[in-house]
Nanobody
């Protein structure tokens, strides 16, 4: 079992940056593909990006490509979401999630474990 805790959310002006962190418990962190999702008020939770178990592959939703970067540190059981050039439409609760599989998936249902989320608010 994996427990996930996100930190780093907050209020930022449009054009600014934030770095979210997700700390994972357990000794098998490197066996999980890690994903970031977000949910804005009144909307469904959507995929933001994911990183493979080794960190060698990443994928992102088109709306954040070139602005967001996911990294992981398997030695520290950490995954990060660096968000640059933030826009008001990036405002949401951001969740990290873990999927016990090889490769990368964008499917929400494939992720077995979820954090509690951290609020990101971008003011225009």
């Amino acid at each position: 079992q994996v427990q996930l805790v996100e930190t780093g959310g907050g209020l930022v002006q449009a054009g600014g940056s934030l770095r979210l962190a997700c700390a994972a418990s357990g000794r098998t962190f490197s066996r999980y593909t890690m994903g970031w999702f977000r949910q804005a008020p009144g909307k469904e939770r959507e995929f933001v990006g994911a990183i493979s178990r080794s960190g060698g592959s990443t994928t992102y939703v088109d709306s954040v490509k070139g602005r967001f970067t996911i990294e992981r540190d398997n030695a520290k059981n950490m995954v990060y979401l660096q968000m640059n050039s933030l826009k008001s439409e990036d405002t949401a609760v951001y969740y990290c999630a873990a999927a016990y599989l090889t490769g990368i998936t964008v499917s929400r249902s494939a992720y077995n474990y979820w954090g509690q989320g951290t609020q990101v608010t971008v003011s225009s």
